[in-house]
């Protein structure tokens, strides 16, 4: 199964759009108060998955996604995109409970800072009731 989704706006993070990043205040008298108006981070990005299985009791899911923030928008160290790819799988033990690990990579830019990377590992134990 095939599946994905593709999105743009602004002020999205309540919604886990803009890097969690929804509103910033300008710098209007250029000395650093950075009193308000509020302006909207505008933000685009998407995910898409491809999902595997099931074989037996095992199923298999890769995908990534990406949240790009308009550099427009935001004041230097905010974060201006975040790219994943990963891969997990799950295993069913009986009808209720499922055991999955997943592995991901995640790239982290900031606008004129230095970009990060992080590998992570995580695993997750289900019960169906």
Known sequence: TFTGELWRGENLDAYLGGIGQGLRCIDENGDGTKECPVEGIVSAGGWASLSLG??????????????????????????????????????????????????????TRYKNQEARRSFRAQTALSYKF
């Open 54 to 107: 099931p074989f037996h009791r095992w199923r298999f899911n890769l995908g990534g996604s990406i949240d790009n923030p308009n550099d427009a928008d935001l004041n230097d160290g905010d974060r201006s995109q975040n790219v994943s790819i990963f891969g997990n799988l799950l295993y069913d033990v009986n009808k209720a409970a499922q055991v999955g690990l997943e592995l991901s990579r995640w790239d």
